[in-house]
């Protein structure tokens, strides 16, 4: 059973199309996060979601919107994709945002703009 | 200076070496602390939370030392399979109620045979 499932696993686009990743979470967590992971490998926060209403939100171009319907899902929509934009975006969930609970991540979404 | 400071490495050690990654914090203010384990393409994963007083997982010790915001990790007895990349990981207050996990840049491991 996956924990924390992301789709697409891989996503090519050209510059200026609009594109958005999914992320279900089936483990009952009520904290849902998005991640960006670049070619440094250096992975930064951009979003993190409580009971469906935004908590965190990053210095993120607005081009970058995320959308929880529920508990268990958290998906983000770009816009007017970049060529900057290129990177692996993680999906993680945790109960609740608290000091010592551990965040699951999704496998990622490795986007490569053209 | 950065968040969360880490050696990037990469550590090639042999089957059985003793290896330790040091990490540094610059926000006094943080309050938990990780290590996070990332295989190569794959996704980060807890390999253990760090405590003022220091804990051990079998092969692996984590240390705190918040006087000089130093965070340290001590594999023993090197495995083939420990190789991944190691990410120190602080978690700090981001608003009333919320608390946000700041990544380093990781410290790669390769376990020679």
């Known amino acids: 059973d996956t924990a924390v499932s992301q789709t697409p696993k891989y996503l090519v686009t050209q510059m200026g199309n609009d594109k958005s990743i999914k992320c279900e979470q089936n483990?009952?967590?009520?904290?849902m996060y998005w991640y960006k992971q670049d070619s440094k490998k250096f992975l930064k926060i951009m979003f993190s979601?409580?009971?469906?209403?935004?908590?965190i939100n990053e210095t993120v171009p607005n081009r970058f919107s995320p959308k929880s319907p529920d508990k268990a899902h958290l998906n983000l929509h770009i816009n007017s994709l970049e060529l900057g934009d290129s990177a692996v975006y993680f999906c993680?969930?945790?109960?609740?945002?608290?000091?010592?609970?551990?965040?699951?991540f999704g496998p990622g979404t490795r986007l490569t703009v053209t | 200076r950065k968040e969360v400071e880490q050696d990037p490495g990469p550590f090639n050690v042999p089957e059985g070496a003793t290896v330790a990654f040091n990490c540094t914090y610059s926000?006094?203010?943080?309050?938990?602390f990780f290590w996070y384990r990332q295989d190569c393409r794959k996704e980060p994963k807890l390999l253990m939370s760090?405590?003022?007083s220091g804990n051990e997982d079998g092969r692996f010790t984590a240390q705190l030392n918040r006087a000089s915001q130093y965070i340290s990790l001590l594999i023993r007895d090197s495995k083939l399979s420990d190789s991944a990349t190691y990410l120190c990981?602080?978690?700090?207050?981001?608003?009333?109620?919320?608390?946000?996990?700041?990544f380093g840049k990781g410290t790669k491991l390769s376990v020679i045979p």
């Open positions: 993680a969930s945790s109960l609740r945002t608290g000091l010592s609970y551990e965040q699951y």
């Open positions: 483990l009952g967590h009520d904290t």
């Open positions: 926000n006094s203010a943080s309050q938990s």
């Open positions: 760090v405590y003022s």
């Open positions: 990981v602080v978690n700090k207050a981001h608003g009333a109620g919320s608390y946000q996990l700041t």
């Open positions: 979601y409580n009971n469906k209403e935004l908590i």
